[in-house]
């Protein structure tokens, strides 16, 4: 059975993936209106009706903002932790599945591990996706790779990793000084740097497939990332997704 994924849309303003394994079909995070979401999934051949489950990383909105009301609408289980849940209001008591990171949730043909990431949320996790034959790591919304973050997302073979900022962009920009600290940070997001040092750390010969997203409008560019990401493409599938039209669909096989 084929893993693979797609990016509905990913930064600020809204983020959406879609991992599907044979029968079985997953959402992580739902940043956008159901309308959106609906309309961004029909785009990509999906009919709504047959997802089964959303998967919240952190409780900020641009991962959130539709979560209840698709949720609610398509009576859908929605899996984070306390902290998230607690900030997603007014979702069906039937739908709420708590988890704590570190846990595995098997769900149709995926295993969904969750892995405890530093970002400034409650409770912010990350996901691990497998099919008992190859694995699938989406990374946003992380300040600092940690061991277990290395660890946990060095056998796998496709990624979906931010890549946020540049870092001299984001000091020289128009940015309050909060907000530069705060994103730069360890509780923040990753610069290039960073997201180039980490995949060559967890870079092994059956990793065939590298999405870059979460992409800051304000402080990064696609010039800086082509740049970056040049060598790499000699030799793997390497794509960038996009606010307004995400990635087309990927495989992890």
């Not at 979401?37 to 539709?66: K, M, N, Y």
């Not at 008591?93 to 708590?98: A, K």
């Not at 098997?106 to 694995?135: K, M, W, Y």
């Amino acid at each position: 059975m084929e893993l693979q994924f797609t990016s509905l849309g990913s930064g600020s303003k809204g983020n959406c993936t879609v991992v599907q394994c044979g029968g079985t079909t997953v959402l992580v995070d739902c940043g956008f209106s159901r309308a959106r979401t609906i309309e961004r999934l029909q785009q990509r051949g999906i009919d709504p009706g047959d997802v089964d489950a959303i998967f919240v990383t952190h409780e900020h909105s641009d991962h959130i903002s539709g979560v209840r009301l698709f949720a609610n609408y398509f009576n859908l289980p929605v899996f984070a932790t306390s902290g998230t849940l607690s900030a997603i209001h007014k979702l069906a008591e039937p739908l709420i599945e708590e988890i704590k990171a570190g846990d595995c949730i098997d769900i149709g043909s995926l295993r969904v591990h969750s892995v405890l990431v530093p970002h400034d949320a409650r409770e912010p996790t990350q996901f691990v996706f497998d099919n008992r034959q190859c694995r699938l790591g989406i990374l946003t919304d992380i300040g600092v790779i940690t061991d277990l973050v290395i660890d946990q997302y060095s056998r796998c073979n496709a990624l979906f990793v931010e890549s946020n900022h540049d870092i001299d962009m984001l000091w020289s920009g128009n940015d309050p000084q909060y907000l530069k600290s705060r994103v730069s940070g360890d509780l923040g997001h990753l610069s290039n740097d960073q997201t180039k040092n980490f995949i060559g750390e967890v870079l092994h010969d059956r990793l065939n497939t590298i999405a870059i997203g979460h992409i800051s409008q304000r402080n990064n560019r696609m010039d800086l990332l082509y740049r970056e990401y040049a060598e790499l493409k000699h030799s793997r599938t390497i794509e960038f997704a996009t606010q307004e039209e995400g990635t087309s669909w990927q495989s992890a096989t």
